[in-house]
């Protein structure tokens, strides 16, 4: 099993920056690749951006340049650091670790950005 916990959400102003954080632990080792995923009222959840354990990266087209994704493996965290924040961004921001064929979400957290 591997927990995670989000952090690093709140309210931001148009044009703002937010650093959210996913700690993990439990059977963390093997853990292929982090997502980060966002789910904003009444749509679908979408991957923003993912990690792989080779440190790959990709980014969904509306945070290209915006957005960027980190690991720190000693902290067995991962982060996203998110830039020039726009209203559309508002969402419930949720982690996912890839563990041998197994998929671990956390909680979500709070990403309000106002105009």
């Known amino acids: 099993q591997v927990q995670l916990v989000e952090s690093g959400g709140g309210l931001v102003q148009a044009g703002g920056s937010l650093r959210l954080s996913c700690a993990a632990s439990?059977?963390?080792?093997?853990?292929?690749?982090w997502d980060w995923y966002r789910q904003a009222p009444g749509k679908q959840r979408e991957l923003v951006a993912a990690i792989t354990s080779g440190a790959s990266t990709m980014y969904a087209d509306s945070v290209k340049g915006r957005f960027t994704i980190s690991r720190d493996n000693a902290k067995n965290t991962v982060y996203l650091q998110m830039n020039s924040l726009k209203p559309e961004d508002t969402a419930v921001y949720y982690c996912?670790?890839?563990?041998?064929?197994?998929?671990?979400w956390g909680q979500g957290t709070q990403v309000t950005v106002s105009s």
């Open positions: 996912l670790a890839k563990r041998l064929g197994f998929f671990y």
């Open positions: 439990g059977s963390i080792s093997s853990i292929d690749a």
